[in-house]
């Protein structure tokens, strides 16, 4: 069935499936594949600074301005430092990511004013093309609700850039999850990667499952990008990412979604998005990772050899090894990617500063 068909009913209908469908479920998403491959990319992840406007009911990743311990700014010898590192390991992406808006908070605020910066954006924009002019790495930014202008702006810096949609439930702006979280407003959320598809920015999104949403949430979040890559076909990769409680959460007591519930979202994400890759972290889904694999998922995603899962510290990267035996066990091969599709490699969604140095990188895909 052409993926364009699917109505919100029959979406609906695939994630209630009962036992009896749900190999049916999962082998008409094999089906979808395109090759036998599963890819990664091989990253090391900087989280600039550690402060947020948002305060989800999941999160780990933020902390208070005020903490001694806290990031307020890397600096920029210290991200270069870290990033040459990294190109020793083998690392070909530079992960950027940071509270959304941090330079809101009069503390971010004055570290860059320290440095010369008057934004976040600004600053990711210097360290991006420092990244690209003293290192062997391509950037990929991550960083939250930003306007069209501050998008344009990173694009001639970027290899490619993300943004978790999560969810369309406005309703979930009332609950836990996001109720102290202004960046989480699915219509910010929508029209920061309708602005990426306007400006052919090859782009990671992803839904977040388990977080209090619906069945029939999950199906008008699929629908939604579905409608967004119709219209921009920019859409290289979408993360079907599982609830995972931590120690301390507001949401520690909150159920994670069940093995079925994810195996069926993956599956149906696949279904509809056959012209997309579909990833399921590995970290957090170490003891079902190959599950995913016959459901239809073909990404692993970006993997650190140096760094954390800054936003699930407890979950460490599996060692690439330990992927490659759980790719090749599961009867699938692996490979290594850049942050940026090969689809996507060229002069309509590449700045040339980008195509020029995936050309001096001189990666064999």
């Not at 971010?108 to 062997?136: N, P, R, W």
């Not at 001639?156 to 979280?181: F, P």
């Not at 994670?256 to 890759?277: G, H, N, Q, W, Y």
């Amino acid at each position: 069935m052409n993926p364009q068909k699917f109505s919100k009913m029959d979406i609906v209908s695939l994630l209630n499936a009962k036992k009896s469908k749900i190999l049916d479920l999962m082998m008409s998403a094999y089906k979808q594949r395109e090759h036998q491959h599963v890819t990664f990319s091989k990253n090391v992840f900087i989280p600039l600074t550690e402060v947020c406007r948002n305060e989800c009911g999941y999160c780990t990743f933020r902390k208070d301005p005020l903490h001694p311990e806290t990031c307020i700014l890397m600096e920029p010898s210290a991200i270069i430092s870290d990033l040459k590192k990294a190109g020793k390991y083998g690392c070909k992406e530079a992960l950027f990511t940071f509270g959304e808006r941090a330079d809101e908070t009069p503390q971010v605020k004055s570290a860059l004013e320290e440095l010369g910066f008057e934004s976040m954006i600004e600053y990711l924009h210097h360290i991006c093309q420092e990244t690209l002019d003293k290192t062997s790495l391509l950037p990929h930014s991550n960083p939250g609700t930003i306007n069209f202008k501050e998008m344009k702006m990173l694009k001639a810096v970027n290899a490619s850039m993300g943004l978790m949609l999560e969810s369309t439930s406005h309703r979930l702006m009332k609950m836990e999850a996001h109720a102290k979280s202004p960046g989480k407003n699915p219509w910010l959320r929508i029209q920061t990667i309708e602005n990426a598809g306007k400006l052919k920015i090859p782009f990671t999104t992803g839904l977040l499952i388990g977080i209090g949403e619906s069945i029939e949430e999950r199906a008008e979040s699929l629908l939604e990008l579905r409608r967004i890559q119709d219209k921009y076909g920019h859409i290289q990769e979408i993360i079907i990412q599982n609830f995972r409680t931590k120690a301390g959460i507001p949401m520690e007591q909150h159920p994670e979604p069940s093995l079925l519930e994810m195996i069926k979202m993956v599956s149906v994400a696949k279904i509809l998005f056959p012209d997309v890759s579909i990833q399921v972290p590995p970290n957090l889904n170490r003891e079902n990772a190959q599950i995913f694999l016959m459901a239809g998922a073909d990404d692993w995603g970006g993997v650190s050899p140096l760094s954390k899962d800054y936003v699930n510290p407890e979950a460490p990267w599996p060692e690439i090894e330990e992927l490659e035996t759980l790719t090749q066990d599961a009867g699938f091969r692996i490979k290594e990617r850049l942050a940026v599709y090969p689809e996507y490699t060229s002069k309509e969604f590449l700045s040339q500063i980008i195509l020029d140095k995936i050309e001096d990188m001189k990666f064999k895909q």
